[in-house]
Structures are given as structure tokens and as C-alpha cells.
């Protein structure tokens, strides 16, 4: 098809996503992406601490709403965000291809398993408590029973090499639970999160439940990692790194941090999750009751 | 009227200003209590502190027979223990009082003389509380007339339940009046709850308060006759109301368990449980009763057995 | 009447203490490389024994024991084969159970009647617990791989039974231990020692090493070591977590707490108030789920501190092993001399100060039950875990004031609500950031109820089906 010449494309601008709004980095700085083959293809914002701790504070206004809602709200919430991916998948499926590298057949492929893991995850909003709770039948007259509550706000190193599939796969299992994340996207392959972010707008998910910031997790992570207001952090995205997961496992005890911590390499995206990608954000909480008349 | 009732006249005005002082109570969680009293259960009392509590249980102990077979004869021989426990040992307190029917009054009354052990009538249609109020203030006043120093009334658990706490507590009222003596000398009356009928501590509670403001002198767990008669849980709560009363009105009311209590360990723990929740001036025979007939037996043996280093057998103690 | 309770000793004689203790490794006491100890009676600054302080080669024999045993018998055992020993090891705590009680009351100082009456029969029964899960492990979520060996190291507030729920979940697990009991309470670790001989367990599966700080740094360090499970102080818990930093050891952390225990003006007040004291004179207030903090509504708080002064005149304080006795001896000089340091700064802050006049023993380490009133969120004595009886009383007006204070720390292990209204215990249990809420109740604790903290009060849960989850390979609660 023949293009016109005559026409300048609008181009758009990648900012980051903090409290359901989009500004550009604090900073000020931005970075340039390239497709897989090197070639242009924007400018990303390029986050700092300071928008780290935007993030964070959006996230942890956000999180006592987020917690509140009914189980049911947040499946429903996180379905819609799956519908809005699907209604969206040319663009998704560019940039995918752009990102990874990947015919359209494989991209097409990755986009239908990123939207059947929203789907997946979704589901579980309302059923994690009654699989991972219990009611103890403790040796007294007593009611007693434990129940899974978000640990509050988690801060979120996405995969370095799964864009979509591995982004999805880490905020869901988070923010399902009712726990708010910042979330730092692959520093090389931010746009399908930007695109995210985006359907994440127009959607149902309250603002600074889900932060994304474009950049480098090896220099915004230990900012989270030490930041005193975040109650956890998944390190997946440094994956490989043992000396910075050290590092920020090290910052995370500054405040005894839930850690998920890095894996050796990034993980095989397109196996069904255990149940520990949610577990490993949640508190067993028991309450205990007398009974009596 | 009774002193006690002027502070709450406000209150006892009507069934709407009862009920809502009652039910503004605060509540009673019944499995922290019962902890409260197994805590207190395991008090461990030994040696000089030992032997004087059984003393002051004997001395506490309305030593009772409360039996449609009961006889002339069998009440006059319960007198004689009462004053005179341990044939064996002068050193042995005499009870507090003999707890009889009312027609049997007189009789205890001739055999207990100026011993100072008093006479306690059952009255108001003793157990079951069933019958007019007429019928109650006869009852009364005719055990009253025979000499009886205390009156055990019943309330009508039926008005209580069904939430008619103005009938209750006027019914109180009126059978106090009927313990008054031309001379002054006014018959103390002890008011019975029927705790296993009313069931929850949240219910004992208020009914404590109730029969206070009506100007109980003692306030009674159970007539004996209905299981579960009295409860370390159950006294508890209405220790903690007695002791709340004297906070409010300056005025002490007594307490006494009845039935159900049957060995010397009971009666300490019940002991304890006065010291420590209302405080040691409840420890008097004035302020705090046991209603009860083997138990005697059973604080004699351990008396026994504390001033004779060997345990003691039931055919070294008279039956009544 | 004046009902003074004589002198009720439980007798010692049933303890029969050696005058010194080695190492348990691999089933046999055994001489440590290192110095040794002293471990004294708090209460009456008396040695009860010599103790091995083990060094890093003590350690690494440990270590390589609890690997052994691991690799060659107890991973390999039949999860019902290895239930039976836990059963026959909670057997032999409930015979011996008076031992064990007049040994921990000796050793730590608490009340004979909450050694003999809470830690012993709880104990027994994390064991009975947890030796029934030990074949049915499939069924519980986790999987059924153990994690190896568990390097353990326990507080001195509850000896025994601190041990007990480290010990008994790994075990059941298929896991080996090393453990390492506080040096100030080291005596009924060492009993727990003769208990698995008495039991035959293999040789190996557990191993008790005593020592100070610098031994559980060693295990906690020690390469061949694949779990930490520590209970404690959250600075240590904080130098734990740092410690095992990018070595793939799995750990729990048990740690502080400055719990708030909110009292609202329709609460059952008598409940409420057995439920402060309870929370916190309990051991001492040792308790790191001890409700320190009382929040009371206003509208209700002249009342209530008017019973709670009453009923802190009855407490008894004094000789742990005296049986009427209901608050005991501090647990060590060092202990003491942080709990007044402080209370003097909240005397200097400007709180009010208050304690029932007691007598207190010549000897021994002691602290009277003390309240402070008037205290601030802000006051060092409102923030800061004192780990002794001192309780700190603030008010509120509202629930959603009490929800803010009692959240308003880094701490969250336990919360505590008394209120008579149901819809209000389950909005509070909801808002409330701590691992256990405990309403119209307090510090109850019982093998089949997960226990642990929110934030800096801890990772992991132990107890119940969770407390599983520390002990297996993939398991994440």
C-alpha cells in the first residue's frame, strides 16, 4: 500500500503511568528503544528515584480502595482488562513484534497467552482464600480462622525479555490479591508495558493500583528495594544478576521485605504459574473468637 | 421503700428505664469468665492459709435440708450439727445457719436457741417461684412470723426471661417488706436466681443488679433443685456485681453459691475467687454463704486430716 | 479476714541437673571445642549449670550431622515412619511434663503455672500436631520435598516451646535440625535432647548446639545450611535476612511486636480486663505478641483503668516456682536494665507512672507490673518494644482513629478488640495490619492456628497447615 507522502504520522510519546496519570520522568531524561533489529522506534521516559517514589506514594494511597473491594469487583476489574487487551491487538501485536523480535504468527501466539493469563488470574480474585485459607480447629471454644489479605504494596521488576507475557505474569498475580505495585517494566522492551498502561487507563483498575515506569531496574530497583514504604518486591527482572540480587535483597531487609527473588535465568512464561506468583504477596491473617453464649 | 433503691429510682421507674439500665450493662464474655475462674481454680492454698479457710467455710456453710420428706426430727438433728459440726473438737466453728421450709422454722428455731446460728426460711413458692404473689408475701411472712432470721426467696424466672424485669424486681420489693418485723429486727432476705434457668452470664449479670436495686441482702445462685446449680463462672459474675454495687452505692451485698458444691477444694477455690474478685471483706459468714449439706463433711474431714496428718473417714462424722 | 496464701514451692528435686552440658550432635552429648557458660536462675542469681558455648567447627560437626542423617535416613524414611517418632516424642514430653516445667520456670524465671499450665502441654502438642502431618504431607499444598537441613536458632522467652515450633513442622517435613537455644535458657533444649535419645530417634536428626550470638551467626552462615527459622529481635531477624542475602536459604523470621489491644466502650469491661492483664504480664510481658499498647476509648477509659489498677493489686510476684505466683523474674540483668531504661524515658516523657505496691525479692531480676498513662503515639514507650510488663495506655474516640493508631508502627505481628458488637470485631479484624487478631481474647496459641507478622514483625507463618509451607521445597504458604 502506498504511503502518503504528503501526510506527517503523529507520533506518540512513551511516559510513564504513576496514579492513573501519564507524566513524563521527573528527571526529565529519556531513552531511546529499538526495535529487535536495532532500529528506532521512540523515546522511552526514563525513570528515576523520584518517580519511584511518586509511584510509590500513588501506590500506597491506592491500596487501603484497592484491598477494600470485593473479591468479585477485582475478577471483574481484571477480566475487563483482559477484554480491553484482546480489543486492542494490533497494537499489542506490534509492539510485541517490535520488542521481541517475533514473527506474527509468535507474537499472535504470546498476545493469546498474555490475555488468557489475565483471564486465569482474574479467576482467582475470589478463590485464593478458600484455597489457601483455612479454618483451624484450634483445642478451645474458639472460633479461629486464617485468611490470605494483601501484604500492601509490592514493587514489581518485570522480565528483562518477556514484555507482554512476562509483564502480565508478574502484575496480575500481585494486584489480584488487592496489593498495589509499582511495577519497572524491560528496560530494552517498555512499549508493550507502556501500551499496558494505557489499556490499564481506560479500564476499570483504579489509578496507582498499577504504576509503570520505563527504565533500568538495576537503578530505580535498589531505590525500591530500600524504600521503607514498600512492603515487597519481586526481583524477577534481574534475573541472572546474582550480584545486584544480593544487592537488593540486602536493601530489602532494611524493613523485612517480602522478597521473591531473582531467578537464575527468566522463567519459561508460557507454563501455567503456581500458586506461590500470589502467595508469595499475601499475609495469613488469624482471628480468633470466642464462642460462647 | 429500700435505701439502696433510692439511687435508681430514676431507673426502676419504669419497665423502659429497667430494662435499658440492664441491657447497658456490660456484657459478659462467657469463655473469658469461665478462664477467669479455672485461673482462679488453680490457686494453690496450703498450710495456715488452708486451715483457716476451711474454718471460715464451716463458718460460712447455710447448712441445709430442703426435702419433702424432711420431719420435725430430722431438722432438729440438723440444728445440733450445726452448732456443734465435730462432736469431736470444740475448736470446730459452728455454720452460719440451718436452711429449712418455712413450716420447719420454729422447730430449728427452739433446737438452735441463742447459739447464734441463724435460721433460714426457703419462701415464695420455693423452688418453682409458681404461684400468685399473694401466695409468696403469705409464705413469707409466715416463715418470717415463726422466727426465720433470713429469707431465701426465688424469683419468678418466667417474668425474667420473657423480659418482665419491673414484675421482678417489684416482687422483690414486696417480699423484702414482708421480712420486716414490728421490732425492727427485719428478716435479711437472699434472693435466688435459678442461674441454670436463666443460663447466660449476661443474664446474671443483670438480674444481679436487679435484685440489688431492689434491696437484696444476699443475692443466691440456686435453689439446688435445677442443674447446673452454682458455678465458679456464675459467682464470678455476681462477685464482680456485688463488688461493682458497693463501687456505685457504698452498700455491700452478699453472695452465696448453693448446691453443687461438695468438697473442701470447691470451697476454697470458692474462697479464692472472694478474695481476690470482690476482696477480702466479703470473706465473712455476713457477706458470703455456702448453701450446701455434705459439704460440711467434707470441710470436717479436711480439718480433720489437717490436724491429724492422716485422712479421716465419712463414719467419724454424724450424718446430720 | 486477712487470706494470705502461704508458700506453695513446686519441688525442684524432680529436675536433676548435671553440673555441666555438652553439645548434642549426632546423638550423643558430646565436649564442644569452644569456652563455656553459665546459665543462672533469674530469680535467684543462683548457676544452675555449665553450659558448652559451641564454636564454628562445633557448628560445622552440626551441620554435617544433620546432613548425614538427612541424606541417609531421614529424608528417606517413610513420612509415617517418621510420624511415629514424632509421636513418641510428644508421649515422652507429657510424661515428663512436670520435669520439663520446673526445669523452664528454673532456667527462665516464669510462673510455674505458665510453664506447667501453657508452654509444656502446647508443646506436646505442636508435636502431636505435626507428627500427623508428617504422612499426609501430599494433601497439605506444598509438596512433599524437604528442604534439607534447618538451621534454628530460639529466644529465652519460651524455651521449650519456641523449640517445639521449630522442631516438631521440620521434622515432620522430612528436614534436620540444628538448633540453637538462647544462651540465658538453654536448659530444656538440652532435655529436649534426652527426649529424642529416650525416643531413638536417628542419631543426627536433630542437634543441639548452645551458644551466644556468635554461634547462631555461624548457623545461620554455614553453607551446608538450608532453612533459617529464627524467633527474636527484629534487628537480628534484619542482620538474618541480610546474611542469607543471594544464598537461595529459605528462612522464617519471627520477630518484635508492640501489639495494640483496643478497647471499645461496649466491650465486656471484666473480659477486657483479664485480657490486658493477660496481654500483657503473661511471662513477664516476654511475649513478642504481648498486647503493650493499650488503646482505649475514651468514653470508657476512667473505668477501665480504675479495674485494671484493681486488678493489678492482686497480681502475685515473686519465686516462679511458688505455684500461686503470677508474675515472675525477669529473665536476665541485661533484660532488666533495658526494661528501666525504658521506663524512665517514658517517666521523662512525661507519661504517668503507676505499678500496685508489690514487694520484690533481694535477688534476682525484677520488675514490678507497671502501666504508663497519658502516653502518645509519639512517646519512645508507645513505638518501642520494651519486652517487659510495662503497658502503655492511649485513647481514641473512633474506630477508624483506633484502626489508624494501632497501624501506625512498623510492627504487626498481634492486634487485640474487645467489643461487644460483631460487625465491629470484623471491620477491625479486616483494617488491622497483624498476623493475629485476637478478639474478645488475647495471646491464645495453639498448634493447628498459624502464628507470624505482618512487616517488620517477620516472614512466614508457624503453626497449622502453613506452618508447613516453611519446611518444603516450592513451598510458599
Not at chain 2, 89 to 107: F, I, K, L, R, S
Not at chain 3, 285 to 313: F, N, T
Request: aromatic share 8%.
Amino acid at each position: 500500500m502506498a504511503r502518503d507522502t504528503t501526510r506527517i504520522d503523529v507520533r506518540k510519546t512513551y511516559k510513564l503511568f504513576i496514579g492513573g496519570a501519564f507524566p513524563r520522568s521527573e528527571s526529565g531524561y529519556s531513552y531511546v528503544v529499538n526495535d529487535a533489529k536495532g532500529k528506532f522506534v521512540a523515546n522511552a521516559a526514563l525513570a528515576s528515584r523520584k518517580d519511584a517514589r511518586d509511584a510509590v506514594v500513588a501506590a500506597r494511597k491506592a491500596a487501603g480502595g484497592w484491598a477494600g473491594r470485593t473479591a468479585y469487583n477485582r475478577a471483574q476489574i481484571l477480566y475487563r482488562v483482559a477484554e480491553l487487551v484482546e480489543d486492542r491487538r494490533p497494537q499489542f501485536l506490534l509492539a510485541v513484534q517490535q520488542s521481541e523480535g517475533l514473527s506474527a504468527a509468535k507474537a499472535g501466539d504470546v498476545l493469546d497467552a498474555a490475555i488468557d493469563r489475565l483471564v486465569w488470574y482474574a479467576g482467582w480474585a475470589d478463590k485464593l482464600t478458600q484455597v489457601v485459607g483455612n479454618a483451624n480447629p484450634v483445642a478451645g471454644p474458639f472460633f479461629n480462622l486464617s485468611t490470605p489479605e494483601p501484604t500492601g504494596v509490592v514493587a514489581v521488576l518485570a522480565p528483562q525479555e518477556s514484555s507482554l507475557l512476562g509483564l502480565v505474569s508478574v502484575v496480575a498475580p500481585v494486584v489480584v490479591t488487592g496489593n498495589t505495585a509499582v511495577v519497572v517494566s524491560s528496560y530494552d522492551r517498555p512499549l508493550p508495558a507502556v501500551t499496558f498502561a494505557e489499556v490499564l487507563a481506560t479500564s476499570d483498575v483504579p489509578g496507582g493500583v498499577i504504576n509503570v515506569l520505563t527504565g533500568s531496574a538495576a537503578t530505580v530497583g535498589p531505590w525500591l528495594a530500600s524504600h521503607m514504604d514498600v512492603n515487597a518486591i519481586d526481583l524477577t527482572g534481574i534475573a541472572g544478576d546474582t550480584a545486584l540480587a544480593t544487592d537488593l535483597e540486602v536493601a530489602a531487609a532494611d524493613n523485612l521485605k517480602r522478597v521473591r527473588r531473582a531467578p537464575a535465568a527468566e522463567p519459561d512464561w508460557t507454563l501455567t504459574p503456581g500458586l506461590d506468583t500470589m502467595t508469595d504477596f499475601v499475609e495469613i491473617k488469624t482471628v480468633w473468637h470466642p464462642m460462647g453464649v | 421503700m429500700p435505701t439502696t433503691a433510692t439511687d435508681y429510682s430514676d431507673v426502676t421507674g419504669s419497665e423502659a428505664s429497667l430494662r435499658r439500665f440492664l441491657h447497658g450493662l456490660p456484657g459478659v464474655d462467657q469463655v473469658g469468665a469461665e478462664a477467669r475462674a479455672a485461673a482462679l481454680g488453680t490457686r494453690s492454698i496450703k498450710t495456715t492459709a488452708k486451715a483457716q479457710a476451711l474454718d471460715l467455710a464451716i463458718r460460712m456453710v447455710d447448712l441445709t435440708t430442703l426435702e419433702g420428706q424432711d420431719t420435725h426430727g430430722k431438722v432438729r438433728a440438723l440444728a445440733s450439727k450445726a452448732m456443734r459440726p465435730d462432736p469431736a473438737d470444740p475448736t470446730c466453728p459452728a455454720v452460719a445457719a440451718v436452711c429449712v421450709y418455712p413450716d420447719m422454722v420454729a422447730t430449728v428455731k427452739q433446737t438452735l436457741g441463742s447459739s447464734g446460728v441463724n435460721v433460714a426460711a426457703v419462701a415464695t413458692a420455693f423452688p418453682s417461684g409458681r404461684a400468685a404473689l399473694d401466695i409468696k408475701l403469705a409464705d413469707t411472712r409466715d416463715a418470717v412470723e415463726a422466727g426465720a432470721d433470713e429469707i431465701d426467696m426465688v424469683i419468678d424466672r418466667g417474668a425474667f426471661l420473657s423480659g418482665h424485669y419491673l414484675r421482678v424486681f417489684e416482687e422483690i420489693v414486696a417480699v423484702r417488706e414482708a421480712c420486716a418485723r414490728p421490732g425492727g429486727d427485719d428478716a435479711h432476705l437472699k434472693v435466688i436466681f435459678e442461674t441454670g434457668e436463666l443460663q447466660t452470664l449476661d443474664n446474671v449479670r443483670r438480674v444481679s443488679w436487679l435484685a440489688m436495686m431492689a434491696g437484696a441482702h444476699f443475692i443466691k445462685t440456686s435453689t439446688g433443685k435445677v442443674q447446673p446449680a452454682a458455678t465458679l463462672p456464675v459467682t464470678l459474675v455476681m462477685l464482680e456485681a456485688v463488688r461493682d454495687f458497693r463501687e456505685a452505692t457504698g452498700q455491700m451485698v452478699g453472695v452465696k453459691p448453693a448446691g453443687g458444691i461438695r468438697t473442701a477444694k470447691d470451697a476454697i477455690k470458692y474462697l479464692v475467687m472472694v478474695n481476690e474478685v470482690a476482696g477480702p471483706d466479703w470473706l465473712d459468714p455476713a457477706w458470703f454463704r455456702f448453701g450446701a449439706s455434705t459439704l460440711l463433711n467434707e470441710l470436717l474431714m479436711q480439718r480433720t486430716k489437717m490436724t491429724t496428718g492422716r485422712y479421716s473417714g465419712p463414719d467419724y462424722f454424724t450424718l446430720d | 479476714m486477712d487470706f494470705t496464701y502461704a508458700p506453695a514451692p513446686e519441688s525442684r528435686s524432680i529436675v536433676d541437673l548435671k553440673a555441666s552440658y555438652g553439645l548434642f550432635i549426632s546423638g550423643q552429648f558430646v565436649d564442644g571445642h569452644g569456652s563455656s557458660f553459665k546459665t543462672i536462675s533469674p530469680a535467684t542469681e543462683e548457676v544452675l549449670a555449665e553450659v558448652a558455648e559451641a564454636d564454628d567447627a562445633d557448628v560445622d560437626a552440626a551441620v554435617k550431622a544433620a546432613r548425614r542423617a538427612h541424606t541417609r535416613v531421614w529424608s528417606r524414611m517413610p513420612g509415617s515412619e517418621r510420624a511415629k517418632y514424632l509421636y513418641r516424642i510428644a508421649r515422652i514430653i507429657q510424661e515428663r511434663s512436670r520435669e520439663l516445667a520446673v526445669l523452664e520456670s528454673l532456667d527462665n524465671g516464669k510462673p510455674i503455672k505458665e510453664s506447667r499450665d501453657v508452654d509444656v502441654p502446647v508443646v506436646a502438642a505442636h508435636f502431636f500436631y505435626y507428627a500427623g502431618w508428617a504422612d499426609k504431607l501430599e494433601h497439605a499444598g506444598f509438596g512433599t520435598t524437604p528442604l534439607g537441613v534447618a538451621g534454628q536458632v530460639i529466644p529465652w522467652n519460651f524455651p521449650l516451646l519456641m523449640l517445639a515450633w521449630k522442631v516438631a513442622p521440620a521434622l515432620a517435613c522430612g528436614n534436620t535440625v540444628v538448633l540453637k537455644p538462647a544462651e540465658t535458657t538453654p536448659l530444656t533444649a538440652l532435655l529436649f535432647a534426652e527426649i529424642c535419645q529416650q525416643a531413638d530417634l536417628p542419631p543426627g536428626v536433630v542437634n543441639i548446639v548452645t551458644g551466644a550470638g556468635g554461634t547462631g551467626q555461624a548457623i545461620v552462615a554455614h553453607p551446608d545450611v538450608d532453612k533459617v527459622a529464627f524467633t527474636g529481635s527484629t534487628e537480628v531477624g534484619k542482620a538474618i535476612a541480610r546474611a542469607v542475602a543471594g544464598t537461595g536459604k529459605k528462612v522464617t523470621l519471627e520477630l518484635g511486636g508492640k501489639a495494640a489491644n483496643i478497647v471499645f466502650d461496649d466491650a465486656p469491661i471484666d473480659q477486657a480486663v483479664e485480657g490486658i492483664v493477660n496481654g500483657i504480664f503473661f511471662n513477664q510481658g516476654h511475649v513478642c505478641c504481648a498486647g503493650s499498647r493499650l488503646l482505649v476509648q475514651e468514653s470508657v477509659a476512667d473505668e477501665l483503668l480504675e479495674r485494671l489498677k484493681r486488678r493489678m493489686g492482686t497480681l502475685r510476684v515473686g519465686d516462679p516456682l511458688d505455684k500461686n505466683t503470677d508474675v515472675g523474674a525477669i529473665n536476665s540483668a541485661a533484660q532488666l536494665q533495658r526494661i528501666r531504661e525504658l521506663s524512665d524515658v517514658g517517666e521523662a516523657e512525661g507519661a504517668g507512672r503507676w505499678s500496685p505496691p508489690c514487694e520484690l525479692p533481694d535477688r534476682g531480676f525484677w520488675f514490678p507490673p507497671t502501666i504508663f498513662t497519658g502516653v502518645s503515639q509519639a512517646h519512645r514507650i508507645a513505638r518501642e518494644e520494651i519486652f517487659g510488663p510495662v503497658l502503655s495506655v492511649l485513647t481514641f474516640r473512633t474506630p477508624s482513629e483506633a484502626v489508624e493508631k494501632a497501624n501506625n508502627t512498623p510492627y504487626g505481628l498481634s492486634a487485640g478488640v474487645w467489643t461487644e458488637k460483631g460487625s465491629l470485631i470484623l471491620h477491625m479484624a479486616g483494617a488491622l495490619k497483624a498476623g493475629v487478631v485476637w478478639a474478645n481474647t488475647f495471646n491464645k496459641f495453639d498448634p493447628t492456628s498459624p502464628f507470624g507478622g505482618y512487616k517488620e514483625s517477620g516472614q512466614g507463618r508457624e503453626g497449622g497447615r502453613h506452618g508447613l509451607a516453611a519446611y518444603l521445597k516450592g513451598g510458599d504458604l
